[in-house]
């Protein structure tokens, strides 16, 4: 168990000592015996080691300015590449002595058994849960040791050599029976119908057994085309299930076609994909998103991959003032395995976005900017012919597009949130339009008085507390609308 902590010092020229004290985070009670391991981050490279006492205390001397990492090492609570804890000290001159409290979580620990479908044990099976992982024994016993308190899943990953001893094809039909690279607790392939189970620190549970069934699979084959007769190499395909729903790793990662833009995806369960095509020169960047439906028997398949597209645009500023700043414009998709492409533009007039696969993608454009007198500039429209990318996802054709028109402007106004009542509470601010927009605002957190938004382009927004029904509100160049909010919103004025 590691405890993580970076300590920044500042220190006069006499030495300081630094006091730790290392707590139970549940319980409170000091806990001895725990390896302390201070490191000076920059030259010169020291390292001091220490261990707790009975009362959970353990002191350095004789330190000197600098930057230190604190680890903390002991049996029976987490590691801190688990916990990512992290905390900041500075000793100010004229301090010679500070003291640290750390406290660290229990770990609890897992055990169970993973059976075949005829209820044999399974060697080898990798199994993963609350980003911890382990590997059956012979016996298909395993523990998951450092697991953090909450609520989770157990995620079983068969080997590939397992699968393919364990293959079965009917002669009659062709079908395959088999296991499929994921299967989870309590014995499902369907992550839909996985079970939860909560877990508390400093527990040791026990019997977390699994019988895992073989399931219908399918093998999934195909040629890519740049044309008719013309096959498309050099690219890399990656087989993804739709939207944000579990993938299985293992069948579906990524793999680049061969000389005949051939590919495959053997042993994989039947059912609704999505098949990423990313073109060698652009690999790193924005896939073609081709739905795919492989049945029972499989499914081979001929694609003509349609040519990148170039997006140009136009980037203006009202009244062709002068500025300084960039303004980010990015495309992304709700399809899961698929990084969102950026790309900076630092001055007016027309830009071009190649490399842009036939498809449906959300435009959202960002500016951190300003006027030469200093004035903010944000985006206050940007459209894509008579689209507004704002709220509504555009269409890129291989036959052709319109200009992404972007403009700055200082015409700003802003929002004022007053919360009723003395609890803390999260204000959400929003354009209305798609899920997941990017131009989702930042939270506002507050506890009763008065919040603000920061400069926002004219136009209508949603505003609410966490859960509650948001509420529609007109921003006006030059103004502050102001709303009353409690949980859920009560009244509105301006």
């Known amino acids: 168990m590691r405890a993580l902590l970076i300590l920044a010092f500042s220190f006069g020229a006499q030495c300081a000592s630094l006091n730790v004290v290392v707590q139970d985070m549940s319980t409170q009670v000091p806990i001895p015996n725990v390896e302390l391991r201070l490191a000076r981050s920059n030259a010169p490279m020291t390292l001091w080691t220490a261990s707790t006492g009975a009362d959970g205390t353990a002191r350095f001397d004789n330190l000197t300015a600098g930057s230190y ?64 992982e382990t590997t059956t024994g012979a016996d298909g016993r395993y523990r998951l040791a450092n697991v953090r308190a909450g609520r989770g899943g157990l995620s079983f990953y068969v080997p590939l050599e397992i699968r393919k001893k364990t293959l079965e094809r009917d002669v009659g039909t062709g ?9 989870y607790y309590p014995g ?35 040629t890519l085309l740049a044309g008719p007769d013309e096959p498309l190499t050099g690219a890399e395909v990656e087989l993804q299930t739709p939207g944000s729903a579990p993938r299985s790793e293992d069948a579906l990662g990524s793999r680049t076609v061969d000389a005949d833009g051939r590919f495959s995806f053997d042993m994989i369960p039947p059912g609704t994909y999505v098949l990423m095509i990313t073109r060698a020169e652009n690999h790193g960047g924005l896939p073609y998103l081709l739905p795919v439906e492989i049945g029972r ?22 009244d062709d003032a002068a500025w300084s700043g960039e303004v980010t414009v990015r495309l992304s998709t709700d399809q899961k395995g698929i990084a969102d ?10 830009f071009e976005i190649e490399h842009i696969p036939p498809a449906e993608w959300r ?16 985006v206050t429209s940007a459209r894509f012919g008579a689209i507004d990318t704002t709220t509504t996802p555009v269409s890129v054709a291989e036959s052709g597009n319109q200009l992404l028109d972007l403009e700055l402007s200082s015409d700003t106004g802003r929002i004022a949130v007053q919360l009723s009542g003395d609890r803390q509470t ?69």
């Open 69 to 132: 990492m604190l680890e903390t090492k002991r049996e029976g609570y987490l590691d801190s590449k688990l916990t990512s804890s992290s905390q900041t000290v500075v000793l100010k001159d004229g301090d010679p002595e500070r003291e640290v409290r750390l406290q660290l979580m229990a770990s609890t620990n897992i055990e169970g058994h993973v059976f075949d479908e005829g209820g044999r044990p399974m060697p080898g099976v990798l199994v993963r849960s609350w980003w911890v």
């Open 175 to 183: 079908a395959l029976l088999g296991y499929p690279p994921i299967e």
């Open 188 to 222: 499902v392939a369907d992550p839909a119908s996985a079970v939860s189970i909560s877990v508390a620190g400093g527990m040791d549970l026990r019997g977390y057994d699994v019988r895992l069934p073989r399931v219908p699979l399918a093998d999934f084959t195909g």
């Open 297 to 318: 028997n499989g499914l081979d398949k001929q694609i003509v991959v349609p040519r990148n597209q170039t997006l140009r645009g136009v980037l203006r500023v009202k």
């Open 341 to 350: 492409r950026d790309v900076t533009l630092r001055k007016s007039g027309e």
């Open 363 to 378: 435009i959202a454009a960002v500016a951190q900017a300003r006027r030469a007198d200093k004035r903010t500039l944000i």
């Open 426 to 494: 999260f204000v959400v601010v929003r354009r209305p339009g798609i899920a997941g927009s990017p131009t989702v605002m930042p939270f506002i957190r507050a506890t009763g008085g008065t919040a603000t938004t920061d400069e926002l382009a004219p136009g209508w927004y949603e505003v609410g507390t966490v859960g509650g029904k948001p509420v529609r509100v007109e921003v006006k160049a030059g103004e502050t609308t102001t709303i009353q909010l409690d949980n859920p919103p009560v009244r509105k004025s301006q």
